[in-house]
């Protein structure tokens, strides 16, 4: 079992990654409609796993609540802006702020697990 704590780039790059999956996993549950669309029910259940791992790798060197924070706010954001693309949905002026207020708190959160690691790079 590796317990050698990661750089703080490198928790990062994985919630990110960890992000990009969680994006994966709400596009496929939606294009399942109701896990009965056997192809995106297969996507969904891989990128569910995908996912966890990903944020479970992040979470050994960033603190929980910003981790989560930020792997929650990527995959609303995310799906949010796919949603139209890949479904019938869509993205108005209104959707559009709150998801730059919501992106603009995921960067926040960044500059603030910064201030607690100056060390790590």
């Not at 992040?58 to 930020?70: D, H, K, N, P, Q």
């Amino acid at each position: 079992m590796n317990t050698k704590p990661q750089s703080s780039r490198t928790a990062w790059l994985m919630l990110l990654l960890a992000g990009a999956f969680e994006v994966g996993y709400a596009l496929s549950v939606g294009g399942s409609h109701a896990f009965t669309v056997w192809q995106w029910s297969v996507a969904a259940a891989v990128f569910f796993l995908l996912t966890l791992w990903a944020l479970s790798q992040a979470l050994r060197t960033i603190e929980v609540s910003i981790g989560y924070a930020t792997w929650a706010g990527l995959g609303a954001a995310g799906a949010a802006l796919l949603g139209p693309v890949f479904f019938d949905e869509t993205l108005t002026p209104t959707k559009t702020f709150w998801l730059a207020v919501t992106i603009t708190g995921v960067i926040y959160l960044k500059l603030a697990d910064r201030q607690r690691n100056p060390r790590d790079s």
